[in-house]
T-cell receptor, first 112, second 115 residues
Framework: EDQVTQSPEALRLQEGESSSLNCSYTVSGLRGLFWYRQDPGKGPEFLFT???AGEEKEKERLKATLTKKESFLHITAPKPEDSATYLC?????????????FGRGTSLIVHP | DTAVSQTPKYLVTQMGNDKSIKCEQNLGHDTMYWYKQDSKKFLKIMFSYNNKELIINETVPNRFSPKSPDKAHLNLHINSLELGDSAVYFCASSQDSATFTNTQYFGPGTRLTVL
């Protein structure tokens, strides 16, 4: 059965303290790994899609990388406004469609 | 302009009642979804419609019935509500689930509380 595991479950950082979030997956025929950000009381907001091992994408203080078994979301010099839950989702073909399976997320709190 | 909108944002009701949640997207997407997010923030897909046709129907009690009057709307009707139905329900849309460039755009969520 396909599985997505995110770690840590929660992470507290001081402003400026860089760190990484992990998303490990077991899926047959991966066709995309997605990162979303979810603020309290809101819907997930798209950040990145990665399609092949070795691929990297960046946006401001965030950088996502992908290997054959896991993805990392690196946060460089985080600010309090980066506090949110970060969700990872993997996508594989299923009956002619591509439906993502989400992990349980990492709750990030950045203290000023 | 709101891309994916849901109504209502909050829904508090008694066990046994029937309720509906409405969703609309103005992105011109072909595929729409309903997700359930439990108290531990786990986001699980319930249904997916592509151009008004049901394509994904996960293991969900048949008290839940989605309806898509057109490709811009996907409503969720729930019969005989139970305590365990309390959760946040998210609507989402994507360009086309048949392509793997399938970025999903989520609505703001509907927090359902069953008393």
């Amino acid at each position: 059965e396909d599985q997505v595991t995110q770690s840590p479950e929660a992470l507290r950082l001081q402003e400026g303290e860089s760190s990484s979030l992990n998303c490990s997956y077991t899926v047959s025929g991966l066709r995309g790994l997605f990162w979303y950000r979810q603020d309290p009381g809101k819907g997930p907001e798209f950040l990145f899609t990665l399609y092949s091992a070795g691929e990297e994408k960046e946006k401001e203080r965030l950088k996502a990388t992908l290997t054959k078994k896991e993805s990392f979301l690196h946060i460089t010099a985080p600010k309090p406004e980066d506090s949110a839950t970060y969700l990872c989702a993997v996508q594989a073909p299923s009956g002619g469609s591509y439906i993502p399976t989400f992990g349980r997320g990492t709750s990030l709190i950045v203290h000023p | 302009d709101t891309a994916v909108s849901q109504t209502p944002k909050y829904l508090v009701t008694q066990m046994g009642n029937d309720k509906s949640i409405k969703c609309e997207q103005n992105l011109g997407h072909d595929t729409m979804y309903w997700y359930k997010q439990d108290s531990k923030k786990f986001l699980k897909i319930m249904f997916s419609y592509n151009n008004k046709e049901l394509i994904i129907n996960e293991t969900v009690p048949n008290r839940f019935s989605p309806k898509s009057p057109d490709k811009a709307h996907l409503n969720l009707h729930i019969n005989s509500l139970e305590l365990g139905d309390s959760a946040v329900y998210f609507c989402a849309s994507s360009q086309d689930s048949a392509t793997f460039t399938n970025t999903q755009y989520f609505g703001p969520g509907t927090r359902l509380t069953v008393l």
